[in-house]
């Protein structure tokens, strides 16, 4: 299930915790950060990314026109992906991307937490969920030790994707509610 949990970012006392979409939606778009749920394609677990992208697409297509993005792509990660560490290492300090990061998750979850204007937004998306944070937006992301997720992954430029980290320790400070 969604869940979003704010914190005051100084004194770390929980603000707001809710697990209704609507509520979710709300509190992030008040930041800036889109969230919305779409219908989940009936495709059997695991299903080949080309075959996730086919199942999305008239949606997709109509997302990419509004947001005049180029193109998307899937990602799978499982628990037994040889650089699952390394690929979670990657995005586990707080750091920005020159362009939005949308996501859609077609199977599993994961936390993107946002650091913005003095408060920690930990939104724990599952299965269901598109979340697109706004280029330079400080935040990282978390799946567990053992991650388990199928997204799309919408982009104009990939390179907008490298982390530009901001050198702050609040990845340590506020760890991820995964599950």
Same mark, same amino acid.
């Given at each position: 299930?969604?869940?979003?949990?704010?914190?005051? /970012? !100084?004194?770390? @006392?929980?603000?707001?915790?809710?697990?209704?979409?609507?509520?979710?939606?709300? $509190? *992030? +778009?008040?930041?800036?950060?889109?969230?919305?749920?779409?219908?989940?394609?009936?495709?059997?677990?695991?299903?080949?990314?080309?075959?996730?992208?086919?199942?999305?697409?008239?949606?997709?297509?109509?997302?990419?026109?509004?947001? /005049? !993005?180029?193109? @998307?792509?899937?990602?799978?990660?499982?628990?037994?992906?040889?650089?699952?560490? $390394? *690929? +979670?290492?990657?995005?586990?300090?707080?750091?920005?991307?020159?362009?939005?990061?949308?996501?859609?998750?077609?199977?599993?979850?994961?936390?993107?937490?946002?650091?913005?204007?003095?408060?920690?937004?930990?939104?724990?998306?599952?299965?269901?969920?598109?979340?697109?944070?706004?280029?330079?937006?400080?935040?990282?992301?978390?799946?567990?030790?053992?991650?388990?997720?199928?997204?799309?992954?919408?982009?104009?430029?990939?390179?907008?994707?490298?982390?530009?980290?901001?050198?702050?320790?609040?990845?340590?400070?506020?760890?991820?509610?995964?599950?």
């Amino acid at each position: 299930m969604s869940r979003l949990t704010i914190w005051d /970012a !100084a004194t770390k @006392a929980e603000l707001q915790r809710t697990e209704n979409p609507d509520e979710i939606a709300a $509190a *992030l +778009r008040e930041v800036g950060v889109r969230f919305e749920r779409w219908p989940v394609a009936d495709l059997p677990p695991k299903a080949p990314a080309d075959a996730v992208l086919a199942a999305y697409k008239p949606r997709l297509d109509a997302f990419l026109a509004e947001t /005049a !993005a180029g193109t @998307a792509d899937v990602i799978q990660l499982t628990p037994e992906h040889p650089m699952k560490d $390394a *690929l +979670r290492d990657k995005f586990l300090k707080e750091h920005i991307h020159t362009e939005d990061e949308v996501r859609f998750f077609h199977e599993g979850a994961g936390n993107f937490v946002l650091h913005i204007n003095g408060r920690v937004y930990d939104a724990h998306c599952t299965q269901g969920d598109l979340i697109s944070v706004p280029a330079n937006t400080q935040h990282w992301f978390d799946s567990g030790d053992a991650p388990d997720f199928t997204v799309l992954r919408v982009f104009t430029d990939t390179s907008g994707w490298t982390p530009h980290y901001t050198g702050t320790d609040m990845a340590e400070r506020f760890p991820v509610q995964v599950g």
